[in-house]
């Protein structure tokens, strides 16, 4: 599953996701749209997986999905 699929698990429109994690809504659909992987600091990304509410392995395989289009 992508960052996309993640997303839409969820339930939330990327505008939310951004505000949750402070970020820009354009780094979220870059995220979806497979442009760019989250780069962040640990605190971060548990805060990325308390708003995707995935598990790390899920985020991990979504980078690869993301490196696999490149």
Request: glycine share 4%; proline share 3%.
């Amino acid at each position: 599953m992508n960052m996309k699929g993640l997303r839409l698990r969820v339930g939330k429109r990327a505008e939310e996701i951004a505000v949750e994690l402070g970020v820009a809504v354009s780094t979220v659909r870059n995220w979806d749209q497979l442009k760019t992987a989250p780069r962040m600091t640990p605190v971060d990304m548990q805060r990325l997986i308390n708003v995707y509410q995935c598990s790390f392995e899920e985020l991990v395989q979504a980078e690869k999905e993301m490196k696999n289009n490149d």
